[in-house]
């Protein structure tokens, strides 16, 4: 028999989960009710619900298989950045997929002290410099400005695949993201 989970663990995935369903703003008593713990956990573990939102926006596993998927293609730089949008293609083509749950819970949660800010902002930060890292390996004229468009791409593939999924905008974004890695996209 396996062990159920403790309430810190449950806690933290139906966060994740109905933050992506529902929206950063769920309310607590909905997560409360789909983790079965008492609101006491809330404040022993993460001392509110700003604490629990930031902690289940984990970035562990977004990056985990990003780094999985570029590794898959090789050595190749080029080869590796563009697998990252092919896997989005993928990603996006799912009937569960809801978008970035990262630029969500961003733009949700408007009040600048919110822990969730610096969560997503880290999370951007360790995209950037990926891609940099990449592109720097490659020889890129201007890596950093080459990731900062690679990410704005990335961006703008997960929202249009959310408002308007039949474009299929990862398809759309794979030649702009080859040009961006060629460097020939100013």
Do not use: N
Not at 71 to 79: C, E, I, L, S
Not at 145 to 160: E, H, K, P
């Amino acid at each position: 028999m396996q062990a159920k989970p403790g309430p810190r663990e449950r806690l933290l995935s139906a966060t994740r989960e109905l933050t992506y369903s529902q929206g950063a703003h769920v309310g607590l008593d909905a997560i409360l009710r789909a983790a079965q713990v008492a609101r006491r956990s809330v404040y022993q573990h993460f001392g509110g619900k700003d604490r629990l939102v930031a902690e289940a926006l984990d970035t562990t596993e977004t990056l985990t298989r990003l780094r999985a998927v570029m590794a898959a293609a090789g050595d190749d730089p080029a080869a590796r950045v563009l697998a990252a949008f092919d896997d989005l293609r993928t990603m996006t083509a799912d009937p569960s997929f809801r978008g970035c749950r990262y630029t969500a819970a961003e733009l949700a949660l408007p009040a600048a002290d919110h822990p969730v800010h610096v969560v997503v902002r880290d999370y951007k930060r360790e995209l950037h410099e990926v891609f940099e890292t990449e592109l720097t390996r490659l020889g890129h004229p201007d890596a950093v400005l080459g990731a900062t468009q690679l990410v704005v791409l990335i961006d703008g593939v997960l929202a249009l695949a959310v408002t308007r999924p039949a474009s299929d905008p990862a398809l759309a974004a794979r030649p702009l993201a080859e040009m961006i890695v060629a460097g020939t996209a100013r």
